[in-house]
């Protein structure tokens, strides 16, 4: 049983930043491929970021490259999402997600990859 526990979600300005992060109450959390999705009000979850066992590898979307960093820790059964200079719509559920494997590189951005997710963390973003 994988369970999932987000946080450092809040409210902030456009242009701050926030450090997500999610833990995970697993032995084997280097076994697993980590990723953050998002979800906004009256729209899809969509994919933010995602990182390989090892954390050697990343993927992000392009709405967030260049601001939003994935980074995860094994020793500590966790993974981060730092995010800097955000933006209005930034704004939505972000949630944490476990994956046994991803084989194409196209499954890094599919939810349906992911079998185990956390309950989600709030962050809102004004303008």
């Known amino acids: 049983q994988v369970q999932l526990v987000e946080s450092g979600g809040g409210l902030v300005q456009a242009g701050d930043s926030l450090r997500l992060s999610c833990t995970a109450s697993?032995?084997?959390?280097?076994?697993?491929?980590m990723a953050w999705f998002r979800q906004a009000p009256g729209k899809e979850r969509e994919f933010v970021a995602a990182?390989?066992?090892?954390?050697?590898?990343?993927y992000d979307a392009n709405s967030v490259n260049g601001r939003f960093t994935i980074s995860r820790d094994n020793a500590k059964n966790a993974v981060y999402l730092q995010m800097n200079s955000l933006k209005p719509e930034d704004t939505g559920v972000y949630y944490c997600?476990?994956?046994?494997?991803?084989?194409?590189?196209?499954?890094?951005?599919?939810?349906?990859?992911?079998?185990?997710w956390g309950p989600g963390t709030q962050v809102t973003v004004s303008s």
């Open positions: 997600a476990a994956a046994d494997r991803a084989e194409r590189r196209s499954d890094w951005y599919y939810k349906g990859t992911y079998a185990y």
């Open positions: 697993i032995r084997t959390f280097d076994r697993y491929e």
């Open positions: 990182i390989n066992r090892s954390g050697g590898t990343t």
